[in-house]
């Protein structure tokens, strides 16, 4: 079992910087492949980017490459998201996720290859 915890939301004008922070229970997190998604008003949630347990191989979505960093710290068991030039459309809910699969030639990207969810926190950048 494992619980996840984001911290790091808030309101931030365009162009500017978030950093996301995903702490997790348990003595398993470093076997853990761990997400990020979000989800806007009215829309499906989607996925962000994705970091194997050993952080050797990560993935992001288009929407977010270049702007995003995804890593982890198995130490502390947390992950994080740095997000950087931000848009008026990369406001959602952002949460993330831990997945039991994965390796070097594969990231699980869909909502249902992830195993456990935190609650989400709130990313809002206005224009």
């Known amino acids: 079992q494992v619980q996840l915890v984001e911290s790091g939301g808030g309101l931030v004008q365009a162009g500017g910087s978030l950093r996301l922070s995903c702490a997790a229970s348990g003595r398993t997190f470093s076997s853990y492949t761990m997400g990020w998604f979000r989800q806007a008003p009215g829309k499906e949630r989607e996925f962000v980017a994705a970091?194997?347990?050993?952080?050797?191989?990560?993935y992001y979505a288009d929407s977010v490459k270049g702007r995003f960093t995804i890593s982890r710290d198995n130490t502390k068991n947390t992950a994080y998201l740095q997000m950087d030039s931000l848009k008026p459309e990369d406001t959602a809910v952002y949460y993330c996720?831990?997945?039991?699969?994965?390796?070097?030639?594969?990231?699980?990207?869909?909502?249902?290859?992830?195993?456990?969810w935190g609650q989400g926190t709130q990313v809002t950048v206005s224009s």
């Open positions: 996720a831990a997945g039991r699969g994965g390796n070097y030639y594969y990231i699980p990207h869909t909502r249902d290859e992830y195993d456990y």
């Open positions: 970091i194997i347990w050993s952080g050797s191989k990560i």
